[in-house]
């Protein structure tokens, strides 16, 4: 039955399936049927490289170009309309190298900031909290820089992508206005009546990105304190402002019979004729009428510079209402009218001529590359501006300028110049830092030489002489002559040092002035050992003449010492002898011993084996010893067989001494030993003890020993029979000549001293004269003296600080030597300045005020109240340019130089009839002393202002003053840090920077400087002159001295650390005293000890030099004693040393470990005494060497011969013994073996600098032993090593620094906080283990305090309006000289204006003094502006915290206020400004408040209006307790604090809000989500809260735990629950399967029953039988089975 369903079911889907299939295809039919064509499109690939043959246009380039299919596959060309098929091919722009510097890129300006929103088509969100983001975009165009001409984008882009054309931005949310809150209500406007009340509010932050605009800024209320009680007064007077001012017309002239007045110029000469003729007045009448007349001439402003002409002014007085119509006068009778006229300057702006001509260049030589000179060009000033005139233009311009014309000469070059090296100056070790133990001299090795660097004038000569010949051809042109000029290459020059310059003349890298150099180390004479005494030979063999006859000993040099062998001791010793002879028969052996009579036994002889030497111990031919006495036979004894057998005789010993004398004579010893007994009957027997010893004298010659001794060599002198040959031809004296040398050469005898020369040998005597070369004479060589350097003139900056006096010097070039001319002793000379010239300063002079100027009564009589001579008027002085010597000059030097231009003009009063006349005040009265009682000054009452009652009053008209006396207490204090510790300084030559004698301390006691503060009683900061102080507290302080490292002294070498062969030696160096402040670092101390300084250096040692020495054998001890034979077993014992080998033999014995232990004989041997009539053999012979190489199939040998020969019948044993050659065994290989360069090895003296490093050669036996060289020397083995290189070892260079250089000027002209630095750099580093560089590279001292001077304006005074109740007023301010301490926390106290004397006169920078200016007193009733407000904090544009890239700003307004009701809408409008400023502040705004009240507060605390989010605020009616005060929440309707949408609650333990915290947002992306992909130029900190992501459109689901009263919703609990049922089923499934899985791993193979038997805990067998195991064992068997 299901089956049936399940198959039915299947039918029925295919058939639909089926259906849907053909109507799929009907469908597309019908499509394809309708457009057929719209099936296949053209599509095309990139366009390739652009080819062409040449760079730039004509280049042509190809793209691949085929026709598709709609579902992407590629058809025929066919398919597709040829009309709309692309063109695969185009012309295009070949881009070459270098056009990349004809193209380049040019990027606009960034556009306006877009909204995404707007781009991509969604709305703008309604609400603004955070900033909007934005993408703006500018145009980039590939351009020709020529000339801008766009050009195709390839070419720019071949060289360098394509810069960004739109970049993230952020759009600000609107920004209201915000202001601050409503100042308190004023008074009422009227005292009585209807009034207004006003309060205003000033703006703090402008409306910006469309927020809305500012509210007004002042509210309005009516008040009403009473009634009036009389009439109101309605009418006031209302003064206007003054007019332009004007010429008064001019009268005219009334035609009178007299003739015109003559001209002034005529007068003056009548007059001067008339006083002529009364006679001459005395020279000095004459000279006071003169200065009258020039001061009455300087007292006129007239002329055409001044042009000084006087006008009126007339104003308006008119009667307004209330209301603010203006009435008749006659409405006004209860006020006195103003002046409506007064006398005034007419303006004349500032007039200046035309251009003069450029004047001459300030560079007057030629050189493209010296700067260029300046030249300049001025204009006369011909009318000064008064009467408030534009200012004077610049009447002087400069401009760059090269020097023109034929004969410019070139320009002068300044080059370097050195002195020679100093000499080599090598630094001691750091064990030799210690100069009390140690002597410095004989230092050598590498070092360190100086020179100096100076400067000079590299063309001096070739200018001199240009200067010469154009002075020669303008003297010759003047008489007509031509000079001939020679050309410039043929002008020879006298060789001499040129005059040091100021270094700042030179440009360049300065030369070197420190390097490296080498002394060479003596090399001391090494000696080999003495040789062995000659036989006696003649003094001289070629010339045997001489009878005497010597003994010699010699040695030899061993190395090349330093000044070669007269630096030796002597080499040779001789000793007198007798019976001298030069040649001689030396023994070489004797032959085996021959018993006489051919016997087999007995008494024979041993004919001696003998060589004819020289006297120096060389083979020569034997016939030259033909006079010499041959050796004869030596006796000797073969003993027969009963006879005692006795061992040869051993090789004589060294000889005890080498010469006799009375109580000492050498001797030598040799010994023979019994090495068989006789018989005993029949044999000779053996001889006593004492006759198996013999001693024989040696060395017989007495101990009287001579040499020659040889002094050093003298000194070089002159050579009168040579000099001739070697003189100079060129200077015509002798400069460099051979010579000769002398020594003296004496005969000394050892241990007494000299003897005649007779006693020693002629022949080895040393030479007594060599000859020598003279070395040149070298003068000193000193440049001329500089040029003298500038006295400090008065007017200097600084000037108080500088020396008075002059200084030059000069360099010595070249150091005498050699006996040549010495050097002056004045390098250096100084002399006092003359008195210093007057500065060329200039000062305005003002001269006296002229008459008061009234306006012309014909103008003013009109007026009500006007009096013809009285009244106000303008009064006139002239002004004149001084110099400081008072000399006159033109004013262009004072508008130049001199402070501001004092005012030529000023308002002035003529009393009228009823005026108040009063003096002038007079001085205040003298203090009897500071700071006690008060001082006085009076003026009284002149005319009949005496009478006038309302001039008694003493308010109005005081006659006296009083004020206290000055009190001028000044406390002085010190301030800031101390300086740095500076030393004194020496002498210095301020233009090279160098030092000119001796070297400046580095260390030491030395001075730092705290500066003082002086301040007056009034706590104002003055000089610190009025303190008594010169600026400075002065401590005495210590600047610690750099101390070296300290080491010891060098131990004793160590022995070799090898006998035989190459090893180390070792010496050290102990620790005497570390490096501190700053002192020569110790080289690397040992890791484990940290006190010692070790050197290891290679050595080798001569394997012969210690040598085993083996006494004779003892007598036999016979173990087991034939009584009757006297022979058997026994054992025979000797001594056997270590000695030292010697050219003498073996002398001294050392310790065994030097000698090698291989080669060591035997110290004891058992054998057989053999019996009488045994044979008795020698000891066997050395081994006989195996033929190399070793390979085992050769043998070696040994041979004994027999000493006495068995009795008849018996035979020797075997006398030869033979063994197999092995290898390492008794047969080895021989090789070279180098060692590894030693370190660099300097002289003992030596520092550093050329060393020599070596390396040892030795030779080696195959089983690895060291063994004597002449082993590998046999062999004939090839050395082809170098065995010594030159090194070098790098030289301890202390650092060196530049002097100091001067002091820097003052960082601050004024204040507290001035210093003045000075610093100095490093010339040369430190190497090695040299001195470091100090860390103080610069160093500071305050500067002394000046006080801070400055023009400050006062506050504006109230608008005064003279006599009337409103109108245009004048309001005025002080300009007042303040003084300060710099600092920003200081304040600023006034002082006395003539302190700011110096000062131009100008606040903040701005020279346009403005001290009074129109103002306007309102009316009663009017309704007017207020005066701005104080400009705001300057706020930046914010979001988040961080600043946006607009300009911070500022903002002031000014409020409008009303006094009548009814003209309020006759009120202006309100206004406010904005400026930019810098370091704006970002400030935030948010509402605050209780539930009663809820206002706008700013993050600094003020509350204001506007600026806060555009959200609702709270209610104010809901009832929340506690409010809610957290971000993100607010009151809900039941009385709870609840988060905002997108928030969530965060609850503390008590249930209360504790803060919101925004839920996760999960985003579908929608298709309209088409945010570009753009770099974020400001990031947004995702961390904050946020209710909208702007730019992002799509469904947003939020998931909030809590409900409105803080409680967890029920969907919380369900979701718990199932989180908890899923995991406690995740975990019973984990264990399920793990546990099968444990079951399953153990498991063996089942059998066919599926029965598993496993090991389980504690060794327990466990069975188990599964079904499953069943089914699996089956199907493990059929696949067997398969």
């Known amino acids: 039955m299901g089956l049936g369903v399940r198959g039915a079911r299947t039918a029925f889907l295919c058939l639909w399936r089926l259906f849907l299939l053909l109507y799929g295809i009907w469908s597309a039919r019908a499509q394809t049927s309708g457009d057929e064509k719209s099936l296949y499109f053209w599509e095309t690939g990139p366009w390739g490289r652009c080819m062409g043959s040449e760079c730039g246009p004509g280049g042509s380039q190809s793209r691949a170009v085929w026709c598709a299919h709609v579902e992407g596959w590629t058809t025929l060309h066919t398919n597709c309309p040829q009309s709309t098929r692309p063109a695969n091919q185009q012309s295009c722009f070949r881009v070459c190298d270098f056009h990349k510097d004809l193209y380049d890129w040019k990027l606009g300006s960034w556009n306006r900031c877009v909204p995404i929103s707007l781009r991509t088509g969604a709305g703008r969100a309604g609400l603004c909290l955070q900033g909007e983001e934005g993408i703006q975009t500018r145009e980039v165009n590939c351009t020709l820089k020529a000339d801008g001409s766009p050009a195709d984008d390839a070419i720019c882009e071949y060289f360098e992508p394509k810069p960004r054309q739109e970049q993230a931005c952020l759009i600000p949310c609107p920004q209201d206005c915000v202001l601050t809150g409503f100042t308190p209500w004023t008074t009422c406007s009227k005292t009585c009546g209807l009034g207004l009340q006003n309060r205003v509010r000033s703006v703090l932050a402008p409306p910006l990105f469309g927020g809305l605009p500012c509210p007004n800024l002042t509210e309005f209320q009516t008040c009403a304190p009473r009634a009036c009680e009389g009439r109101e007064t ?22 009178t019979a007299s003739s015109p007045a003559p001209p002034r110029a005529v007068r003056q000469a009548r007059r001067r004729k008339g006083k002529a003729k009364k006679g001459n007045r005395d020279p000095q009448m004459r000279e006071l009428i003169k200065n009258k007349r020039n001061r009455n001439r300087l007292n006129r402003p007239g002329g055409d510079l001044w042009n000084i002409e006087v006008g009126y002014q007339f104003r308006q007085v008119v009667c307004v209402h209330r209301n603010g119509s203006t009435v008749s006068l006659s409405q006004c009778p209860h006020w006195s009218l103003p002046e409506t006229y007064q006398s005034c300057m007419m303006p004349k702006n500032c007039a200046v001529s035309e251009w003069g001509p450029w004047g001459n260049c300030s560079k007057t030589c030629a050189d493209p590359s010296v700067s260029k000179g300046t030249s300049s060009r001025s204009r006369q000033v011909t009318q000064l501006p008064v009467g408030g005139g534009t200012e004077c233009p610049q009447i002087e311009e400069r401009q760059a300028c090269e020097p023109e014309g034929p004969r410019v000469p070139p320009c002068a070059i300044y080059a370097w110049r050195t002195t020679e090296w100093s000499e080599c100056r090598v630094d001691a070790l750091l064990g030799q830092q210690d100069r009390r133990r140690v002597n410095q001299t004989g230092l050598c090795g590498g070092g360190v030489q100086n020179r100096e660097v100076y400067c000079i004038q590299a063309n001096a000569e070739l200018l001199n002489f240009i200067n010469n010949n154009q002075d020669k051809q303008d003297g010759q042109s003047r008489n007509g002559q031509t ?153 000797c004894t073969v003993p027969c067989p009963k006879d005692c057998a006795l061992s040869i005789w051993t090789q004589w010993s060294t000889c005890s001494q080498t010469c006799s004398s009375k109580t000492t004579e050498g001797k030598q010893m040799r010994t023979r030993a019994i090495l068989a007994y006789n018989a005993g009957e029949g044999g000779a027997s053996c001889p006593n003890s004492s006759s198996l010893q013999e001693v024989r004298n040696c060395n017989e010659h007495p101990c009287v020993v001579y040499h020659w001794q040889a002094g050093s060599w003298g000194q070089c002198v002159e050579d009168t029979s040579t000099s001739i040959l070697n003189n100079s031809s060129g200077a015509g004296k002798a400069t460099c000549a051979m010579g000769m040398q002398t020594r003296k050469v004496i005969c000394v005898k050892v241990n007494v001293g000299q003897v005649p020369p007779k006693k020693c040998p002629d022949a080895p005597r040393p030479e007594t004269v060599r000859p020598c070369l003279i070395p040149c004479k070298k003068d000193c060589i000193v440049t001329p003296f500089s040029n003298w350097t500038q006295c400090p003139t008065s007017c200097e900056a600084g000037s108080n600080g500088q020396n008075s006096k002059q200084t030059r010097y000069r360099v010595i070039i070249q150091m005498p030597a050699n006996g040549g001319q010495e050097c002056p002793d004045v390098l250096y000379e100084e002399k006092d300045c003359g008195p210093p010239s007057v500065c060329p300063g200039y000062r305005w002079k003002t001269h006296k005020w002229r008459k008061c100027q009234l306006v012309p009564w014909s103008i003013r009589r009109d007026s009500r109240g006007a009096q013809e001579n009285c009244g106000a008027g303008v009064q006139t002085r002239a002004i004149s340019c001084r110099q400081l010597d008072v000399t006159l000059v033109d004013v262009a030097h004072c508008l130049r130089f001199a402070n501001t231009m004092p005012a030529v003009s000023q308002s002035c009063q003529l009393p009228c009839r009823d005026d108040c006349q009063l003096t002038n005040w007079s001085k205040f009265s003298s203090c009897s002393s500071d700071c006690v009682g008060v001082r006085t000054r009076k003026r009284v009452l002149v005319g009949k202002s005496k009478k006038k009652d309302k001039c008694k009053n003493s308010q109005m008209f005081p006659l006296s003053e009083t004020q206290y006396c000055p009190c001028d207490k000044y406390n002085a204090q010190p301030v800031g840090n101390w300086s740095d510790c500076i030393l004194p300084e020496g002498r210095m030559e301020s233009a090279l920077g160098m030092k000119v004698q001796g070297d400046v301390k580095e260390c030491g006691q030395g001075y730092r400087y705290q500066a003082m503060v002086c301040y007056d009683q009034d706590n104002r900061l003055v000089e610190t002159s009025r303190c008594n102080s010169h600026g400075y507290i002065e401590e005495a302080c210590i600047v610690p001295c750099p101390s070296d490292c300290k080491l010891s002294e060098w131990s004793n070498w160590s022995r070799c650390s090898k006998s035989c062969g190459s090893g180390v030696k070792v010496r050290s160096k102990w620790l005497r005293e570390k490096p501190y402040n700053g002192g020569r670092p110790c080289p690397k101390l040992d890791h484990l000890n940290q006190a010692q300084v070790y050197e290891v250096v290679p050595c080798v040692s001569d394997c012969s030099q210690y040598v085993w020495v083996a006494e004779p054998w003892s007598v036999w001890k016979v173990s087991n004693v034939d009584l009757k034979e006297n022979c058997g077993e026994g054992v025979q014992t000797r001594r056997v040393r270590c000695m030292l080998n010697t050219a003498d033999g073996p002398t001294d014995g050392v310790d065994d470990y030097l000698c090698d232990p291989e080669e060591m004989p035997l110290g004891t041997r058992e054998s057989r005494l053999p019996c009488p009539e045994d044979c008795v053999l020698s000891d066997w012979s050395p081994w006989t060497p195996c033929d190399l190489p070793c390979t085992g199939r050769g043998d070696r040998e040994r ?19 033979t063994e197999p050659c092995l290898l390492n065994r008794n047969c080895f290989h021989y090789s070279y073996n180098i060692t590894d360069w030693s370190t660099c090895q300097l002289s003992a003296n030596a520092v550093c600098g050329v060393g020599l490093k070596t390396r040892m050669l030795d030779c080696v036996r195959s089983d690895g032993k060291s063994v004597d060289l002449k082993y590998c020397q046999k062999l004939g083995l090839e050395r082809k090593w170098q065995m010594n290189a030159s090194c070098t070892v790098e030289c301890p260079v202390n650092c060196q620094l ?21 610093r100095r750099t490093v010339l040369q580093a430190s190497q090695g283990d040299g001195r470091p560089c100090p860390s103080q590279m610069e160093q500071w001292k305050p500067c002394p305090v000046q006080p801070c001077y400055r023009w400050q304006y006062g506050p504006w005074s109230e608008c005064r309006v003279e006599e009337v109740v409103c109108g245009v007023g004048l309001r005025f301010r002080n300009l007042s000289c303040f003084v300060s301490d710099g600092s920003s926390e200081g304040k600023s106290s006034t002082v006395e204006e003539d302190l700011c004397s110096r000062l131009e006169q100008a606040v903040d920078g701005d020279k346009n003094i403005v001290l009074e200016e129109t103002c306007t007193l309102p009316c009663p009733g009017d309704c007017y502006l207020m005066e701005w407000s104080d400009w705001s904090s300057c706020q930046s544009v914010c979001v988040k915290g961080q600043r946006l890239d607009y300009s911070a700003s500022q903002v002031r307004s000014r409020a409008v206020v009303a006094q009548e009701p009814e003209n309020i809408a006759q009120c202006p409008d309100q206004e406010w400004q904005s400026r930019p400023c810098s370091d704006g502040e970002c400030l935030e705004y948010r509402w605050v408040g209780s539930s009663q009240l809820i206002w706008c507060e700013r993050s600094d605390g003020m509350n204001v209006t506007g600026g806060c989010p555009p959200t609702l605020p709270p209610a104010s009616d809901q009832s929340c307790d506690p409010p809610c005060d957290k971000l993100q929440s607010l009151c809900s309707e039941d009385g709870l604090c609840v988060c905002e949408e997108g928030f969530t609650e965060v609850l503390t333990a008590k249930g209360l809000l504790e803060q919101c915290t925004p839920i996760p947002v999960l985003e579908i992306p929608t298709a309209e989500d088409k945010k570009g992909d753009v770099k974020t130029s400001r990031a947004i900190n995702p961390t904050l809260p946020t209710t909208e992501q702007p730019g992002r459109v799509g469904r947003t689901w939020y998931l909030q735990p809590f409900g409105p009263d803080g409680k967890l919703k029920t969907w919380v609990y369900g979701v718990a629950a199932g989180v908890f049922v899923l995991l406690v089923f995740v975990v019973s499934m984990i264990y399920l399967a793990c546990r099968d899985c444990a079951i399953h791993r153990s498991l063996g193979t089942p059998d066919s029953n599926g029965t598993v038997v496993w090991m389980g805990q504690d060794a327990h067998e466990l069975t188990y039988t599964c079904p499953e195991c069943q089914q699996s064992g089956r199907e493990l068997e059929s696949v067997k089975g398969s």
């Not at 402002?241 to 009334?254: A, H, R």
């Not at 060479?520 to 003449?545: K, M, Y």
């Not at 530049?1298 to 000075?1318: F, H, I, P, V, Y």
């Open 483 to 635: 000079p001939s000029a020679p050309p410039l290459l043929s002008i020879s020059f006298e060789i001499s040092a040129s005059q040091p310059m100021y270094s700042r003349l030179c440009t360049g890298s300065t030369p070197s002035t420190t390097q490296m150099c080498h002394i060479p180390c003596p090399v001391e004479c090494e000696l080999s050992p003495w040789g062995a005494w000659g036989p006696c030979t003649l003094e001289n063999c070629d010339e045997p003449v001489i009878k005497k006859g010597f003994k010699f000993r010699r040695r030899n040099i061993t190395n090349n010492p330093t000044g070669g062998e007269g630096s030796c001791p002597h080499l040779v010793e001789a000793v007198p002898c007798e019976d001298p002879s030069c040649f001689t028969w030396q023994l070489v052996k004797l032959e085996q011993c021959v018993p006489e009579d051919d016997m087999d036994c007995g008494e024979g002889t041993q004919n001696p084996q003998v060589r004819c030497i020289n006297s120096k111990g060389k083979e020569v031919e034997r016939e030259l010893c033909g006079d010499a006495v041959y050796p004869a036979p030596a006796p």
């Open 1298 to 1318: 530049s002097d100091w250089s001067a002091w820097t000027d003052c960082s601050q002209t004024c204040g507290l906080d001035g210093k003045m630095w000075r």
């Open 234 to 255: 309605v009418f006031n007077l209302r003064v206007g402002g003054w007019s332009e001012c004007k010429l008064p017309p001019q009268s005219p002239v009334p035609p």
């Open 1199 to 1217: 041979t004994a011969f027999a000493l006495r020969l068995p009795k008849e019948g018996e035979d020797c044993p075997v006398s030869m013994q």
